[in-house]
């Protein structure tokens, strides 16, 4: 079945270093990608998405390609600040499912930056 | 843009009480909702589908009778959590599907804390 893997967090960074947090799924078909992050206290918040092979989400200075060949969607950032501590989710949604919104979702990965 | 909402954010109940959650969509309707939930630290568990004027689909291992799932409008579902116990203490979390010409969009709630005492 779907699955997504994400790295194992706590990530704890300095404020300004580069951030990367992987992200591998395993799906049938052409799954829509997504990274989700969850502020302390929070819901989910959409942070980018992507539906198709080679397409790079991004969002507040967060990117991420799908790349197929890899099964990859790794979260990346240049320069991360203090407000960026949170826990961020990988997500898939089936080709199939997607028409109903349906995730499954990674462990999720812990990040704290530090001034 | 659309927002999903989620009432209460928190709440306490005693063991063996019932306690019901809502999900509101507020500016679009949502012919399906899914819940979730998240143990601390944890990553989030698709509990179910939510259909308006359907039953909902449960995933495998969720009781359905203990969590009683309606979905009465296309603007809300409510999920009841029936005899609580402390195990079911958790964070309860909805998302809404916005149909739109380029595909689903999903939307989630805020979120709920049940603590069950």
């Known amino acids: 079945g779907n699955s997504v893997t994400q790295m194992e967090g706590p990530v704890t960074l300095s404020e300004e270093a580069f951030l990367t947090i992987n992200c591998t799924y395993t799906?049938?078909?052409?799954?829509?990608l997504f990274w989700y992050v969850q502020y302390p206290g929070e819901g989910l918040q959409l942070l980018l998405k992507a539906t198709k092979a080679d397409d790079k989400g991004s969002n507040k200075g967060f990117e991420a390609t799908y790349r197929k060949e890899t099964t990859s969607f790794h979260l990346e950032k240049g320069s991360v600040q203090v407000s960026d501590s949170a826990v961020y989710f990988c997500?898939?949604?089936?080709?199939?499912?997607?028409?109903?919104?349906?995730?499954?979702f990674g462990q999720g990965t812990e990040l704290s930056v530090k001034p | 843009g659309a927002v999903v909402s989620q009432h209460p954010s928190r709440v306490i109940c005693k063991s063996g009480t019932s306690v019901k959650i809502e999900c509101r969509s507020l500016d679009f309707q949502a012919t399906t909702m899914f819940w979730y939930r998240q143990f601390p630290k944890q990553s989030l568990m698709l509990m179910a589908t939510s259909n308006e004027g359907s039953k909902a689909t449960y995933e495998q291992g969720v009781e359905k009778d203990k969590f009683l799932i309606n979905h009465a409008s296309l603007t809300l579902s409510t999920l009841t959590v029936t005899s609580a116990h402390p195990e079911d203490s958790s964070f309860y979390i909805c998302?809404?599907?916005?149909?739109?010409?380029?595909?689903?969009?999903?939307?989630f709630g805020e979120g709920s804390w049940l603590t069950v005492v």
């Open positions: 998302s809404a599907s916005l149909q739109g010409t380029a595909g689903n969009t999903i939307y």
């Open positions: 997500a898939l949604s089936g080709s199939i499912l997607h028409q109903g919104g349906k995730l499954i």
């Open positions: 799906a049938t078909g052409y799954p829509s």
